[in-house]
Structure formats: C-alpha cells, structure tokens
C-alpha cells in the first residue's frame, strides 16, 4: 500500500477534471487569491537567494581578513617567532652519551 499526500491528483481523469473545476471555480469567485498566492511562494524564494547571497560575501570578507592577517604576520613577526613560526626554547637536544 503506498501512501499518497492529500495534494497529489489521482490517476482517475474524473477526479482530476472535478479537481480542476473546483480551483477554477474558487479562483473566479476569488480572484485575489491568485496574487496572494504567487506571493506566498515568491517569499520564501527570496529569502533564499538573499540568504545565499549573503553567506557568500561574508564568506568573501572572511577570506580577505585571514590573508590580511597572514600579510600582517609575516611583516610584523611575533616576539618568540622567526618568519611567522615559533622558535623552539632550548637547542636540539643530543641523545646519547658523548665524551
């Protein structure tokens, strides 16, 4: 048995042509239903494309920020630091007895 959403048209063309008189009927009684109705899904659209939009300039901006940070490292090491890496505390330590 499989399941169907109440939206879906049947296969029946009974059904489908009853279905498409009653929307025709419902949208010439009430015509401002059509605006309202294109509306509603150009919304959410919308908010999508802004949204996508957005991420991708901030991701744009972030990117910017972290080479200017590495530019500023490199011309202004840090103290402890020699060409943007740490410096170790101590020498290399000699493992093994040496006389």
Known sequence: MMCTHKFML???PEVFKEQRE???????DNPWLLPALVSLEIIPATVMIHGFWKNRQLKKQLQIERERTKQLVLEHPLP???NGKPT????PHHHGIHH
């Open 10 to 12: 049947d296969d029946e």
């Open 88 to 91: 170790l505390l101590a020498g």
């Open 80 to 82: 402890g630091r020699r």
């Open 22 to 28: 009653k929307f025709t009927n419902l949208v010439g």
